[in-house]
């Protein structure tokens, strides 16, 4: 059973940075690919972006492409998020998953075992 918690959500205004982590405990987090999705009030969770458990390779969502960045450290079962020209319509509740010992990088939320409990990020204008 892997437990992932998120923090470093916030408010902050447009055009800002936040880093999200997600620590891991508990499980296979080294051989696990790891995502971030995101869900706004009344709409579907999204995803964001996700990195294959060697780091080496990484996928974004295209609205978040060249503003935020993905990244792991396999030694400390974290994920980072970075999230730099924050825009008001990133505002959502963030996400981070696991999908356990996966060696291809799914980009739907049903793919993913574990999920954390959420970090809100709110984005003023």
């Known amino acids: 059973q892997v437990q992932l918690v998120e923090s470093g959500g916030g408010l902050v205004q447009a055009g800002g940075s936040l880093r999200l982590s997600c620590l891991a405990s508990?499980?296979?987090?080294?051989?696990?690919?790891m995502g971030w999705f995101r869900q706004a009030p009344g709409k579907e969770r999204e995803f964001v972006a996700a990195i294959s458990w060697r780091g080496d390779i990484t996928n974004y969502a295209g609205s978040v492409k060249g503003r935020f960045t993905i990244s792991r450290d396999n030694a400390k079962n974290t994920l980072y998020l970075q999230m730099n020209s924050l825009k008001p319509e990133d505002t959502a509740v963030y996400y981070c998953?696991?999908?356990?010992?996966?060696?291809?990088?799914?980009?739907?939320?049903?793919?993913?075992?574990?999920w954390g409990q959420g970090t809100q990020v709110t984005v003023s204008s």
């Open positions: 508990g499980g296979t987090f080294s051989s696990s690919v």
């Open positions: 998953a696991a999908d356990r010992l996966a060696r291809v990088i799914f980009t739907t939320p049903s793919s993913y075992d574990y």
